[in-house]
């Protein structure tokens, strides 16, 4: 099995930061791409930002400029910085990545974090 921990939401004014982290563990053989999405309520999940194995970015129009995704493939984790926040970022946002587990190298599967709420006052 493999997990994904998220950590480092909370409570922000606008205009400040914050620094989401994410890491896998289980019987990992390999992570491909890993990203960050967001769900505010009554809306649909989004994506925010996602990097490939080899470093390769992209990020949602909405917080280009403002956020940054960056990975540590040896730890098998995936951060996001998010400065110059804003009441609109406030959302649940989720860790995700592409796994192959031990023994099924060639398959890959999606795995989500359990979420971790941002919240960002006017």
């Known amino acids: 099995q493999v997990q994904l921990v998220e950590s480092g939401g909370g409570l922000v004014q606008a205009g400040g930061s914050l620094r989401l982290s994410c890491a896998a563990s289980g019987s990992i053989f390999s992570i491909n791409g890993m990203g960050w999405y967001r769900q505010a309520p009554g809306k649909q999940r989004e994506l925010v930002a996602a990097i490939t194995s080899g470093g390769f970015a992209n990020y949602a129009d909405s917080v280009k400029g403002r956020f940054t995704i960056s990975r540590d493939n040896a730890k098998n984790a995936v951060f996001l910085q998010m400065n110059s926040l804003k009441p609109e970022d406030t959302a649940v946002y989720y860790c995700?990545?592409?796994?192959?587990?031990?023994?099924?190298?060639?398959?890959?599967?999606?795995?989500w974090g359990q979420g971790t709420q941002v919240t960002v006052s006017s």
């Open positions: 995700n990545a592409a796994v192959s587990q031990l023994g099924h190298p060639g398959y890959f599967s999606d795995y």
